[in-house]
């Protein structure tokens, strides 16, 4: 498995406050992702990273952000939180095929 | 209609028995087809790639039908740990993005 992880695991914030979220892996991969996972739903791509600051919009990307100033490290911001991003975030970064981190669970009130 | 289309499930299936589910995709030039799988409250993981000749691996078998646009998992012999879900992946197109089923959910029974 592809060595990625992602911190915090588990956030609780309010409606309005600004949130980033990490993903860092050992992995050198070049391209990285931003998921988030809500029932119902596949994943449904918010981001993705092409390279050290080369980044574009997947399909749900209202209201996030995202940079890469390093290869390991791609950050996820939420500028300011709405409780209809409360979900489960997941980061991948790609090697033959994608490779997940573990998820961050973000509740938004 | 969705890009990735799958049953939600769930399909309850004793212990020993052979399961199969289908997953039906939209865009007629996908070229990658994968089947991750994905435990309650885990990240997705690979399961298998789906090549067009077929592919075996172990109880698992996955095949593509272009023509109809869909793939299929078959499980045989069936274990309670291949208790999970089940996430039908297309790419999209050139540049690495995938499009995911939203998951079809097996629960096998002793």
């Known amino acids: 498995d592809a060595g990625i992880t992602q911190s915090p695991r588990h956030k609780v914030t309010e409606t309005g406050t600004p949130v980033t979220l990490r993903c860092h892996q050992t992995e050198n991969h070049r391209y990285m992702y931003w998921y988030r996972q809500d029932p119902g739903h596949g994943l449904r791509l918010i981001h993705y990273?092409?390279?050290?600051?080369?980044?574009d919009k997947g399909e749900v990307s209202d209201g996030y952000s995202v940079s890469r100033s390093k290869t390991e490290d791609f950050l996820l911001t939420l500028e300011s939180a709405t409780s209809s991003q409360t979900s489960v975030y997941f980061c991948?970064?790609?090697?033959?095929?994608?490779?997940f981190g573990p998820g961050t669970r973000l509740t938004v009130l | 209609r969705k890009e990735v289309e799958q049953d939600p499930g769930p399909f309850n299936v004793p212990e020993g028995a052979t399961v199969a589910f289908n997953c039906t995709y939209s865009?007629?030039?996908?070229?990658?087809f994968f089947w991750y799988r994905q435990d309650c409250r885990k990240e997705p993981k690979l399961l298998m790639s789906?090549?067009?000749?077929?592919n075996e691996d172990g109880r698992f078998t996955a095949q593509l039908n272009r023509a109809s646009q869909y793939i299929s998992l078959l499980i045989r012999d069936s274990k309670l740990s291949d208790s999970a879900t089940y996430l039908c992946?297309?790419?999209?197109?050139?540049?690495?993005?995938?499009?995911w089923g939203a998951g079809t959910k097996l629960i096998i029974k002793p």
């Open positions: 789906v090549y067009s000749s077929g």
């Open positions: 991948a970064s790609r090697g033959d095929t994608q490779y």
């Open positions: 992946v297309v790419n999209k197109d050139s540049n690495y993005q995938l499009i």
């Open positions: 990273s092409y390279g050290v600051k080369d980044t």
């Open positions: 865009n007629s030039a996908s070229q990658s």
